[in-house]
């Protein structure tokens, strides 16, 4: 469980520091979009995972570029 705690933080404080990077008009829909990504994705490595996770990522950065 420590191991995990210190990969929600370290994901965390990776996610907070690309959005800080972003020009400040668009942290907010990139923070959505991020959250988005990981809807109905467990945190394993397992097909199911990596299948839903590849369909959130399309569907994220379609809708990134759409708005940016």
Excluded: W
């Excluded at 800080?20 to 959250?35: E, I, M, R, Y």
């Excluded at 839903?52 to 399309?58: G, I, R, V």
């Amino acid at each position: 469980t420590h191991t995990h705690t210190t990969l929600t933080h370290n994901t965390k404080k990776i996610r907070q520091q690309i959005i800080l990077q972003q020009p400040a008009d668009k942290q907010s829909h990139l923070a959505t979009c991020l959250d988005k990504l990981m809807t109905d994705v467990g945190s394993n490595l397992e097909p199911k995972n990596r299948d839903k996770f590849t369909q959130n990522l399309t569907v994220v950065r379609h809708e990134y570029r759409s708005k940016s």
